[in-house]
């Protein structure tokens, strides 16, 4: 129905979630075989990092309701700038990783959204905070050519990151 009256762009919405590997599959050769035929551009909202990794040119990471990072795929895989995004891709398992070994996790909760904190709404949960997250929420700064973040303290997450 959604496709019916062809449009330009078409917005899935968790359409993978919860459905076995096989079905998950040949739901995302439909949509990219319909996406190539109709010329249609695809927003996918997935909390499946995989997936994405598999279809997106661009990704917008959210928390909370706003963006804090955006930027090419490949670039915010390869250096995560925003420390939610760094949790995000810490937590997928890898090839390397054996059973008895904990994965990486978010510590804390997710923010009560009718009452979000003052400043950064990650701030509860996030290792890098300051008192300056308390007080304002940051915008999205850009961390390189066509990747911003939104974290007051992108210069100690980065130089974190590259130890």
Known sequence: IAIACR???LIADEPT???????????IDLVKRLQQELGMAVIWITHDLGVIARLAQW?????????????????????????YTIGLLGSLPGLDVTSDQDLHYVEG?????????????????CAYRTEQCALAK????????DHLAACWNLEQVQRQQSV
């Open 7 to 9: 449009p330009k762009l």
């Open 138 to 145: 940051p915008e999205l700064t850009e961390v390189e050519s």
């Open 109 to 125: 909760a997710p923010p009560d959204m009718i009452r979000l904190p003052a400043g950064c709404p990650f701030r509860p949960r």
């Open 17 to 27: 979630t919860a459905l076995d590997v096989t079905i998950q599959a040949q739901i």
């Open 59 to 83: 990704i917008n990471v959210m928390y909370a309701g706003s963006i804090v990072e955006r930027g090419p795929i490949g670039r915010i895989f390869k250096s995560p700038a925003h420390p």
